[in-house]
Every structure is written in structure tokens, then in C-alpha cells.
């Protein structure tokens, strides 16, 4: 489709174990965003990237998070030694532009659950 | 700093009757300000956005929102609710990039 393809949908995961959740932006879309939303929250900003450099960091909640996108297209988050606070929905986001005035596409999120 | 606070996380409301989801933001650079809704399993799709033209801002499935410096508001409105509307709805300002949003209004339509 055209739109902003994430995977998995739903992902259970070990407390200890390391997942990578995938985001497909739409093509073309210079701005990529990961947004962390927990249950009955807003999302909250995880970073940001401008093609392929990673502009804005600081809502990474440690050094257990790592995202990439290596050719400016798909993105990859990356939780190691995942912990029962991970557990959220992890939303990625993508904008044509640079700056604030574009409209962000969302996809409808990778549910990571851990026991 | 950024920030956006969403008075009520629930609304209620009849089938025709005035939707009114409130948001006030505290920004220190004229703000960009957006409403998002989320319906259930699903991203976040935009309604409108105020980027410092018309105070008055008409979005998607007859929502505007007015912008009120004075009053640091950005309220979302719709005249007569419709059953489709129940969903989250999200507010969010900007800066340099970051998206800061609300917490959430759950809005629930009763027929």
C-alpha cells in the first residue's frame, strides 16, 4: 500500500530478550519519526531522522534503545534486553518535509508486549 | 519548552449534539498546533493543523478548531456529532521537529 507499513503488528517478548521493530515509511518522505505510546497516553517522541541521519535522539529512554534508518528509507528500532516497562506501542511517523509544518503520516504501530 | 494539555480524558455525547474536546498549549516560539484522531488498532490520522495563517482552522469530517493566542487554546469543535466520530482524538504542537502531544480525549457518542 502507500501507506506507512510497521512490523510486526504484535510482537510478546521475554524480559531479557532483544526485538527490532520495523517501520516502511511512505516513499519519497524525507522525515522519519518513532513515537512510544503506552497504554492510555499520548505518543511520546522517541527520535528522529532526516533521511538518513538521525537528527534528534533525546527521547530514547536508554542506551537499551537504538533506531537506525542506513539509506533513508526504512527505519529499524531496536530494544535490547527488553523490560516489562517496554511494553507500549511503538508508532512510526513520516513526512514529505523537514520542519515542523509537515503533516506527520502515522502507521498503525508495532504492539510489543513484555512478560 | 513545549507542552499540550487535553482537559478530560473522556467525553460523552449524543448523536447530533455539540462535540467540544478541549486543548491548551504552552510553547515559547509561536506554535504549529495539531488535532490527530486515533481509531481503535490504528494510527494516528491527521484532522487540521494552524501554521500561523487563519485563527479559524476547518478540518476533515466538518471539525475546526479555533486558535486563541490570548488564551494559549486550540479547541476542537464539531456542531452535531455523528456515531463515526468516536474515536481518540490527540493534540499535539511542534518544534523543530519534536511533536509533543496530549494525553488524549476518548470521545463516545451515544445514539
Known amino acids: 500500500g502507500a501507506g506507512v507499513s510497521q512490523s510486526p503488528r504484535y510482537k510478546v517478548a521475554k524480559r531479557g530478550q532483544d526485538v527490532a521493530l520495523r517501520c516502511d515509511p511512505i516513499?519519497?518522505?524525507?522525515?522519519l519519526f518513532w513515537y512510544q505510546q503506552a497504554l492510555g497516553q499520548g505518543p511520546e517522541f522517541l527520535t528522529y531522522?532526516?533521511?538518513?541521519?538521525?537528527?534528534?535522539k533525546s527521547g530514547l529512554p536508554s542506551d537499551r534503545f537504538f533506531a537506525e534508518r542506513p539509506e533513508g528509507s526504512v527505519s529499524t528500532l531496536k530494544i535490547q534486553r527488553t523490560q516489562q516497562e517496554d511494553s507500549a506501542v511503538y508508532l512510526c511517523a513520516s513526512s514529505l518535509v523537514s520542519g515542523n509544518t509537515g503533516e506527520l503520516f502515522f502507521g498503525e504501530g508495532s504492539r510489543l508486549t513484555v512478560l | 519548552a513545549q507542552s499540550v494539555t487535553q482537559l478530560g480524558s473522556h467525553v460523552s455525547v449524543s448523536e447530533g449534539a455539540l462535540v467540544l474536546l478541549r486543548c491548551n498549549y504552552s510553547?515559547?516560539?509561536?506554535?504549529?498546533l495539531f488535532w490527530y484522531v486515533q481509531y481503535p488498532n490504528q494510527g494516528l490520522q491527521l484532522l487540521l493543523k494552524?501554521?500561523?495563517?487563519?485563527?479559524l482552522v476547518k478540518g476533515i469530517n466538518g471539525f475546526e478548531a479555533e486558535f486563541k493566542k490570548s488564551e494559549t487554546s486550540f479547541h476542537l469543535t464539531k456542531p452535531s456529532a455523528h456515531m463515526s466520530d468516536a474515536a481518540e482524538y490527540f493534540c499535539?504542537?511542534?518544534?523543530?521537529?519534536?511533536?509533543?502531544f496530549g494525553s488524549g480525549t476518548k470521545l463516545n457518542v451515544k445514539p
Open positions: 516513499s519519497g518522505h524525507v522525515s
Open positions: 510553547s515559547s516560539v509561536p506554535p504549529y
Open positions: 531522522f532526516q533521511n538518513e541521519a538521525q537528527l534528534d
Open positions: 494552524y501554521t500561523s495563517a487563519a485563527t
Open positions: 499535539a504542537v511542534t518544534n523543530f521537529n519534536k511533536f509533543y
